[in-house]
């Protein structure tokens, strides 16, 4: 299993690249292993090891490119906002069909206010 990126610089999937450079800069600076002198070698490397878990993660999630690639693996991401806007595009032409045929039936979209179509719906 893959480590989840988003889950070590603690943004959301869908944070902007300044949310994920401001999550950066904080975390390096809370695992900075030279905070920690005097302290047990232990606690050193797992600062060392922390903060390399927290730089792989901005490498990918702060190129475009990568963090494309990244995201089409995990598949966790679902439609995103244009892409949901196609779907209850859809939904309105389909109501707005039915109605000129007579067949109107309320959907899920026409039920929502402002959407759907603006005729009274009918049961068949």
Avoid at 56 to 79: C, F, K, M, S, T
Wanted: glycine share 6%; net charge positive.
């Amino acid at each position: 299993m893959t480590q989840d990126y988003y889950e070590t610089l603690q943004v959301h999937p869908r944070a902007d690249a300044t949310a994920i450079e401001a999550a950066y800069t904080r975390l390096c600076e809370l695992y900075d292993p030279n905070r920690l002198d005097g302290a047990a070698d232990e606690l050193v490397s797992l600062a060392r090891a922390k903060r390399d878990a927290i730089e792989r993660a901005y490498v990918v999630l702060n190129d475009p490119i990568r963090r494309a690639a990244y995201d089409q693996e995990q598949g966790a991401l679902g439609p995103t906002k244009d892409e949901g806007r196609k779907t209850e595009d859809e939904g309105r032409k389909q109501c707005r069909r039915r109605c000129r045929a007579g067949q109107a039936m309320p959907t899920m979209a026409s039920l929502r206010v402002g959407a759907g179509c603006s005729r009274p719906q009918r049961w068949r």
